[in-house]
């Protein structure tokens, strides 16, 4: 780990000198050298009891080498009988791979983390800044919601904080790590970040313990309340990672997305993507093999895996340049799209299309899920989104039908209509207004109606199955010219990324294009 109490270079020259310093400046080296870790060895201890690292050790080890400018690091409580280091956050701007970015933590050691009215006013300014620069803006949530000591006794004044966060979304990259204990505004700042990163230890939640307990009369611990399992279930959690350190790894693996094209990295072996489709139809397949299959080595990154499992959503590099990627998954309801992967899908839209990253949709569905349970679950709105999303997007994408492009499931993941950049299929395939055999039963009816026993229904709906089948093949839609080429699985990776290179780059905007929803 790097040395997360560095003082900056006139702390340190200063530090082993026998000097007097005069009085005014030994005050202000003073306070500044009273903040840091160094000085305060039993707020660390106290971190390292519950498996933690403090504020300053997370923003160090993030941030490249000597490269932290703190602000606000004299901030004091608002209370004259209240101490407490920045009051309780840690902030400031700094490099990441040589990139400027804003990063701030609340200090759990300082009242929990809370928000005070001053730290209030710490965090307006880092996200003014931030918008007015377009600085990548990084930070970590754990803390208590609002200090009650200053928040509820006398006027407070006006706080922008929450305000200036949701305004710079879909304008600056906004991600949020949490491995602790986020509650009340702390929580709302992460339900509002583009990618939320927590560990096993997280527990996020809109009121504590405390606030529970007035409301419901029972006593919860933070973890009864809100585990991270059941966030990662709904959608709320982006990425699960061990702890802090991974944390800061993701967090610096994603900011890569949004820097632009780097140097092409390690290809795939691109002929396993020829055997990963079975031959069999009714079979399913891992479709996160496929994006591995077309992406440099090691540049995955699924976001919300455990979240509307029949579509999975990843950010990856294919030759350098970065992509967002939406994908049916057969593993899940054979890739029907529900109500979760509809609201899934749509937000991913929302966030690169925000930023302007290409995408590539990976079709293989059997449609939009059917039924009455489903219903229930307001399918006609959310599917809606997806359509919505897409068809106003600006940033380019490309289609690739893996098998399955049936109905309104093949229209909102890339159809020809909404103008895909390319539009390939591979020989698995298959394509229909709505499922095969569905259309067999409108079409034949009639015929099927009449049969006159179960086993001549069967043959004659088998038949008639195999018939519209043939004729709704990659090679007879290619024949019709309804989409780019057919090619061999082994090249998707070839033919994607010599039209990224082709891509105009988006041209300097003055204003953002919309925000990214928080769902």
């Not at 923003?59 to 004091?76: A, P, V």
Request: hydrophobic share 40%.
């Amino acid at each position: 780990m790097k040395d997360a109490i560095r003082l900056n270079d006139s702390e340190s020259a200063d530090a082993g000198k026998s000097t007097e310093l005069r009085p005014d400046l030994a005050e202000v080296v003073a306070l500044r050298r009273a903040a840091l870790d160094e000085a305060r060895p039993e707020a660390v201890a106290k971190r390292r009891r519950t498996g933690h690292r403090t504020a300053r050790e997370n923003i160090d080890e993030f941030l490249d080498d000597d490269s932290f400018l703190e602000i606000g690091r004299l901030t004091k409580p608002k209370l004259p009988h209240m101490t407490g280091p920045a009051d309780g956050l840690v902030m400031g701007t700094g490099t990441v791979d040589g990139k400027a970015v804003a990063v701030m933590s609340y200090d759990y050691t300082v009242y929990a983390g809370t928000q005070s009215s001053h730290n209030h006013m710490k965090h307006d300014r880092l996200f003014q800044l931030a918008i007015k620069h377009r600085w990548p803006l990084v930070t970590w949530l754990e803390g208590g919601g609002a200090r009650p000591h200053d928040s509820m006794t006398g006027r407070v004044g006006t706080t922008t904080t929450f305000v200036d966060f949701a305004r710079a979304s879909g304008w600056i990259p906004l991600i949020g790590i949490c491995a602790g204990r986020a509650f009340a505004g702390n929580a709302n700042l992460c339900g509002m970040c583009d990618i939320l990163i927590a560990t096993p230890k997280a527990a996020i939640g809109m009121a504590g313990p405390p606030l529970v307990k007035a409301a419901l009369g029972k006593d919860f611990t933070p973890e009864e309340i809100c585990p991270p399992d059941v966030h990662m279930a709904q959608g709320v959690i982006d990425v699960m990672v061990a702890d802090e350190a991974e944390a800061g790894r993701v967090a610096t693996q994603y900011l890569g997305y949004f820097q632009g094209p780097r140097a092409p990295g390690e290809a795939p072996d691109t002929k396993r993507l020829r055997d990963l489709v079975p031959e069999n139809p009714r079979r399913a397949y891992d479709v996160r093999k496929v994006i591995e299959g077309i992406a440099d080595v090691g540049s995955v990154l699924e976001l919300k895996p455990k979240f509307g499992r029949a579509i999975v959503t990843s950010m990856i590099h294919i030759e350098g340049h970065p992509v967002g990627v939406l994908a049916n998954q057969p593993m899940y309801m054979a890739g029907a799209i529900d109500s979760p992967a509809s609201e899934k899908a749509a937000r991913f839209i929302q966030l690169c299309d925000a930023f302007d990253i290409p995408m590539v949709m990976l079709c293989d569905t059997p449609g939009l899920m059917v039924g009455p349970d489903v219903e229930k679950t307001g399918l006609v709105r959310r599917s809606a989104r997806v359509l919505l999303a897409l068809a106003n997007a600006t940033t380019p994408f490309m289609t690739v039908v893996l098998r399955k492009a049936y109905g309104l499931g093949y229209y909102v993941m890339g159809s020809e209509p909404l103008e895909p950049s390319l539009l390939l299929a591979w020989p698995t395939a298959e394509f229909g207004g709505m499922g095969i055999e569905g259309a067999v039963n409108i079409i034949h009816k009639p015929e099927l109606d009449a049969a006159p026993d179960a086993e001549t229904h069967d043959r004659l709906h088998a038949e008639k199955v195999a018939e519209l089948k043939k004729s709704n093949t990659a090679l007879e839609v290619a024949g019709r010219f309804e989409f780019d080429d057919v090619i061999d699985p082994a090249d998707t990776r070839w033919y994607l990324a010599e039209t990224l290179k082709r891509m105009p780059r988006p041209a300097p905007r003055d204003r953002k294009k919309h925000p990214v929803d928080a769902m």
